[in-house]
């Protein structure tokens, strides 16, 4: 029994991409759902992308719910949006559970994230237009507000997600972290034809451009990486390097959590209890761009700080 407990202790820490990384409220909610959902999936032999469609289903089910003004349709849809995660957590876990990572994956796995939201503001804007009096005479300034806080919380999003992957690169290595490489990518996209593979051709054309606006967002970043390939062309980063980093990075693994899904969406239950959606939108505008915009300011700090301690032959002795 007590064997038995230990094997299940473990293989549910597996399943975790990393303490450094993981979210107070996951650890304590999300990661134990989706971990339950994970095992019961490993058995049935379903599959992390399968996973990952439900998901997409209750998440835009959740932004139907959100539509309406009564507010126990609007506790139905929260329900489902947390059942949702509960997916997005699942399918994480079952790929590193079972080995099923790919490309493929990652990619859906973002785009249902987009799914939910979509929806949602949509929902979201067409509720106000017809119940708010303010909005009612101006519709367009709702449609505004949603499509500019749309664009920002996938940069949000988008620069949360790099910045977390860029940690675990240096925590873990390649092999525990989904860092890409825009060149790679690019060659990975030329190599695939339009006839034949429309869809795999299409999907990759988005991920070459969420990863290439993620490089231009980061150039000492992208300034560091060049320079870790150029003088350790082996791949082996000194650990002095990989400690170092982590030190400095770890601070903000906080920021890229508040970014992520969850606080998010305690923000956004909150307006809809108080029948004030629209709060949302002003919150993700306003609060979230802040924390975006000192997480870069930050982040790019410590690259140039990194790379000043290459130039100086800080780490050539180990």
């Not at 209750?58 to 849809?77: P, R």
């Not at 970043?221 to 082996?236: A, C, K």
Request: with cysteine; charged share 20%.
């Amino acid at each position: 029994m007590k064997n038995t407990k230990k094997e299940t202790s473990s293989s549910y820490r597996d399943s975790l991409k990393s303490m450094d990384t993981e979210e107070h409220i996951d650890l304590w909610f999300y990661r134990p759902i989706g971990y339950a959902w994970a095992r019961l999936a490993a058995r049935l032999g379903v599959t992390p992308n399968v996973i990952t469609i439900a998901s997409i289903f209750l998440g835009i089910g959740a932004g139907v719910a959100f539509y309406f003004s009564d507010l126990w349709v609007n506790i139905i849809g929260m329900l489902l949006l947390v059942w949702a995660n509960s997916f997005d957590s699942a399918d994480g876990q079952l790929a590193r559970m079972t080995g099923q990572y790919s490309r493929l994956g990652r990619i859906l796995d973002g785009l249902a994230g987009d799914f939910w939201f979509v929806t949602i503001y949509v929902a979201i804007c067409l509720r106000e237009i017809h119940t708010s009096d303010f909005f009612i005479a101006h519709h367009w300034a709702i449609w505004v507000l949603a499509v500019a806080t749309g664009l920002c919380h996938a940069k949000q999003a988008a620069m949360a997600d790099y910045y977390r992957q860029f940690h675990l690169f240096f925590l873990k290595g390649k092999d525990g972290s989904e860092l890409e490489n825009l060149s790679d990518l690019r060659q990975k996209y030329d190599e695939i034809s339009w006839k034949g593979h429309f869809w795999k051709k299409l999907t990759m054309a988005t991920y070459v451009n969420y990863t290439k606006q993620q490089e231009a967002t980061t150039p000492a970043m992208q300034q560091l990486r060049r320079q870790l390939r150029q003088r350790f062309s082996s791949g082996v980063i000194p650990q002095r390097f990989r400690d170092d980093f982590r030190r400095m990075s770890l601070p903000l693994m906080k920021f890229t959590n508040i970014l992520s899904f969850n606080w998010r969406v305690i923000v956004l239950f909150i307006s809809l209890f108080l029948r004030m959606p629209w709060i949302y939108f002003v919150f993700e505008f306003t609060v979230l761009n802040a924390l975006m915009i000192y997480m870069v300011t930050r982040h790019e700090s410590i690259c140039r700080e990194m790379i000043k301690r290459l130039d100086q032959g800080y780490y050539d002795k180990d």
